[in-house]
Nanobody
Framework: QVQLVESGGGSVQPGGSLRLSCAAS????????MGWYRQAPGKQRELVATIASGGSTYYADSVKGRFTISRDNAKNTVSLQMNSLKPEDTAVYYCKAYRYDVDYWGKGTLVTVSS
């Protein structure tokens, strides 16, 4: 059974940093495109960043230059380094692994940016 577990969420002041991690069990993440998504209260889930198995990355305009996605296939983890956090970054952040018509989601980790 494939499981993705996010960690690293919490509360931080504007301008602060957090590092989210997503650990997988039951499969090797190396064959998947990995993505971080987020869902703010009352809003739809949105794509934050992706990283392909070869390492190419994509970022939403709203986080470009502030967030960095990375993967460690040896540790079977994907991370999201978030710097210069803003109140509008407040959301539940989800990890997703997908490949062709198969996808897996974690249960999310809450990030709150507030003074």
């Amino acid at each position: 059974q494939v499981q993705l577990v996010e960690s690293g969420g919490g509360s931080v002041q504007p301008g602060g940093s957090l590092r989210l991690s997503c650990a997988a069990s039951g499969t090797s993440l190396s064959i998947y495109i990995m993505g971080w998504y987020r869902q703010a209260p009352g809003k739809q889930r949105e794509l934050v960043a992706t990283i392909a198995s070869g390492g190419s990355t994509y970022y939403a305009d709203s986080v470009k230059g502030r967030f960095t996605i990375s993967r460690d296939n040896a540790k079977n983890t994907v991370s999201l380094q978030m710097n210069s956090l803003k109140p509008e970054d407040t959301a539940v952040y989800y990890c997703k692994a997908y490949r062709y018509d198969v996808d897996y989601w974690g249960k999310g980790t809450l990030v709150t940016v507030s003074s």
